[in-house]
């Protein structure tokens, strides 16, 4: 069974800096990779994914992530944070086959971002 | 192209009541996830549905719940006899087909409370 850990359960930063939010997962075959946002109240909003291909992936508002197969990570990164940026960010991972379908997410990373 | 839509956007219910829980997917989808948000925890999924077919509910508690995605119409999650511990939010997510790694769109999310 695919499983997501996301090490950090808050990280602050302050505005201009940058970020790098953490996620680790563990599948036996090559996963699909999402990270999504929500802001309080909301929704899941999809920043980028992974699914094949280049594993350097681009997604909305110039987040980034990037895909290690050797360290079963997918970690998502900002070079500059903006204030609108805070939100709690979740890794998940999608399976095939018979699994198709089930997204298991991690635990979320609430991000604080001071002036 | 509207989104996913949720409603209620807020439910309130006593113990021993029941609470539904409807889910409109985007227009062209015909998959549609459902997932529940305790508080302070990520995203569990509970069961995917195609139109008059239950594809998933490994994620489904044994009893109370149940989903249905009808020809017209919909989506519904439905809980009898409510308890406190199924205060929580409950996201639906859709998607146009089951290609691995599609992206699945989220709706706002039904808050549950009970008291």
């Known amino acids: ?115 | 192209n509207a989104g996913v839509m949720q409603n209620p956007r807020h439910l309130v219910r006593r113990r021993g009541q029941e609470a539904r829980l409807r889910c409109s997917p985007m227009k062209g989808h015909s998959h549609v996830y459902w997932y529940r948000q305790l508080p302070e925890e990520g995203l569990k999924f509970m069961v995917y549905l195609q139109k008059e077919n239950i594809i998933d509910e490994s994620g489904m508690p044994k009893e109370r719940f149940s989903a249905e995605f009808p020809k017209e119409g919909p989506s519904i999650l439905r809980i009898q006899q409510v308890v406190r511990g199924d205060s929580a939010a409950y996201f639906c997510a859709s998607s146009p087909s089951k290609q691995g790694g599609e992206t699945q769109y989220f709706g706002p999310g039904t808050r549950l409370l009970v008291l």
């Open chain 1, 1 to 115: 069974a695919q499983s997501v850990t996301q090490p950090d359960i808050h990280i602050t930063v302050s505005e201009g800096a940058s970020l790098e939010l953490r996620c680790n997962y563990s599948y036996g075959a090559t996963p699909y990779l999402f990270w999504y946002v929500q802001s309080p109240g909301q929704g899941l909003q999809l920043l980028l994914k992974y699914f094949s291909g280049d594993t350097l992936v681009q997604g909305i508002k110039g987040f980034e992530a990037e895909f290690k197969r050797s360290q079963s990570s997918f970690n998502l990164r900002k070079p500059s944070v903006h204030w609108s940026d805070a939100a709690e960010y979740f890794c998940a991972v999608g399976a095939g086959g018979t699994s198709y379908g089930k997204l298991t997410f991690g635990q979320g990373t609430i991000l604080t971002v001071h002036p």
